[in-house]
């Protein structure tokens, strides 16, 4: 399954619930959820906690947009909209977590 | 100009996943527009709306991050970040687009209650 997450990890719990829930799979950060991949976060722990059981990705342009391009950690694959579509065909379910 | 205001507005949200960030820019350099004492707080998400190298054509936005370097233009140049916010981002003063006071959680609640109005986005 691809899980599609847009809000801030430090403003929403919504990271959070996908991780604990989730069985596995996919993640794609986009929009606001962007942050939780960068270095320094508040997040980073949690998140490469996770990189075991799942597969991170981000949207480039959501995290370039935030003036972040370079604070991406180490282990997330960064993606354009065309890797976005090709996540969403390769996965047989997708969720976004709204 | 003894009949200015002291108005603060408090950013809580992070430029582009929400319409808050770029609302309350205009709405600053309007109250700036009537010569009040304007003050702008950053605290949360808020503290991204001020990161250096902010470049949105991938998403098809506009980038509205150079408006705060034009801050002091309309002498808007009180800017405060929260340090609790700036820290658990892993951002530094030298991250900002502009110059900031950085105050701690109690001294931004100081300043808070100093204010005649409060606008929070």
Partial sequence: MLNIINKSPLTSVTLDTCLNTAAGGDILLIEDAVYAATRGNAAEAMLREAMGRFKIYVLTPDLEARGLGDRLIEGVTSVDYGGFVDLTSNNKTCQSWL | MSDAK????????????????????????????????????????????????????????????????????????????????MDARGLTEEDFLVPVTVLNRAEMGKLMEEQDVVLSF
């Fill in chain 2, 6 to 85: 002291k108005f603060m507005f408090v950013n809580r949200k992070a430029p582009y996943g929400t319409i808050y960030a770029l609302e309350s820019l205009e709405v600053v350099l309007i109250t700036a527009a009537f010569d009040q004492d304007v003050s702008l707080a950053f605290l949360d998400d808020g503290v991204y709306q001020l990161k250096k190298g902010q470049q949105t054509k991938g998403i098809e936005i506009k980038n509205f991050s150079p408006a705060y370097r034009a801050l002091e233009d309309y002498d808007v140049e009180k800017l405060y970040v929260e340090k609790e916010a």
